[in-house]
């Protein structure tokens, strides 16, 4: 199943495509990144020749450098080749976006309309020019590829990954890898792709017993922030301690560490009903590499125990934290012991 983002094309731009018969379309997000839609500030050349679209493409696209976007170019020669520009620096939130969403625009747009070879995908203006079009399309024999070439196959390949599937930890495994050599976020090396703030990092050492720490991913300075934390929780208050440092009617998604026992400490991930569909892109694509980087910096061996997700702050499973199997069961008054029913599932 391709990547879902959620983003779809309007009709608007699947009427420009259809009208395209010579030069290209640029293709943006609209202000409140909910559709995809034509960019009118860009301006096709006249001459429609593919040496001169590449020209215009070139220079529209370093003007607004490092920002994402889509092109799809119409030739009578070459038919149409649909580009995919993600520089490396852009910001993570909009390289996902724009990386998820790639499928789902050339099904739309009708993937039959392009060959396997006039499907790119580009993370520098330079590359954007007629002979590095033609190098990429000339052949097919990967022993010929340059290393060039062979780098930008597998960003091309990533691109295609599904971040809700098991696959979008090969996503989460090349992601720090795009970024032009530059060190990970993390200190360890990990695939961490938020920093994480100082506050967080000081809150993640000492004694978890009874300690709940909530975290949040800070989109503006795309940073692992603290929002609060609070002791003396046992597995019984979790999910009202949950609420009161969270809030009982937020809907966005959030990061929880709870040390239900000596040396053992469970991780929640919870992603309520109504969390806009980029939030889930952001916490699902960033969770194993927090998991990761939580197991090598800030937890001794073993001590993550239980990964917990949920929905709602309610679905949490407690009989997951309890020491005894029979903790789980409510007595009653008579001694007699019954389980807890649980609620709908969220589908």
């Known amino acids: 199943m391709a990547t879902q983002s959620g983003i ?3 009709e608007s731009l699947l009427q420009e495509f259809k009208s395209l018969n010579n030069g290209a379309l640029v293709i943006t997000l609209n202000s409140e990144s909910t559709q995809l839609v034509p960019d009118n500030s860009y301006k096709s050349p006249s001459s ?7 020209e215009s493409l070139n220079e529209y696209f370093g003007a607004q450098y490092p920002t994402p976007g889509y092109a799809v170019i119409h030739t009578p020669e070459s038919g149409f080749i649909f580009i995919s520009f993600i520089p490396d620096s852009a910001p993570i939130r909009q390289k996902m ?36 079009y033609k190098h990429l399309t000339q052949g097919s024999n990967e022993s010929l590829l ?44 990990s ?14 050492s000492g004694d978890f017993l009874g300690k709940l720490v909530v975290i949040r ?32 009617s937020e809907t966005s998604p959030i990061y929880a560490l709870f040390g239900h026992d000596t040396d053992k400490v469970a991780f929640v991930y919870s992603c309520p009903s109504g969390s806009k569909v980029k939030d889930r ?16 910096d800030n937890l001794k061996d073993k001590q993550l125990d239980v990964v917990l997700e949920v929905g709602d702050l309610d679905e949490i499973e ?30």
């Open 146 to 189: 340059t290393e060039e070439e062979r780098v930008l196959a597998q960003i091309n390949s990533v691109q295609n990954l599904n971040l809700g599937q098991p696959t979008s930890q090969s996503f989460k495994r090349e992601l720090p890898s795009m970024h032009s050599g530059s060190a990970s976020p993390s200190s360890s090396g």
């Open 281 to 296: 892109m952001l916490y699902a694509a960033n969770k194993q590499g927090f998991l990761s980087h939580l197991k090598s």
């Open 48 to 54: 429609g020749d593919l040496s001169s679209v590449f």
């Open 97 to 132: 976006l724009f990386a998820s969403t790639k499928n789902t625009l050339l099904q739309q747009l009708g993937s039959s309309n392009f060959g396997t070879k006039n499907i790119l995908a580009l993370t520098e203006v330079e590359e954007l020019n007629l002979l590095h």
């Open 191 to 204: 695939n961490l792709l938020f920093k994480m703030d100082p506050e967080l990092e000081k809150s993640l």
């Open 318 to 347: 407690l009989s997951k934290l309890e020491k005894e199997a029979s903790a789980s069961t409510t007595q009653t008054n008579s001694g007699m012991r019954f389980s807890k029913p649980k609620g709908p599932r969220r589908r």
């Open 8 to 10: 779809t094309a309007s």
């Open 217 to 248: 991913i800070d989109k503006d300075t795309e940073t692992l922030v603290l929002i609060g934390s609070e002791s003396d929780v046992t597995p019984q208050t979790l999910i009202s301690s949950l609420e009161k440092v969270v809030g009982a």
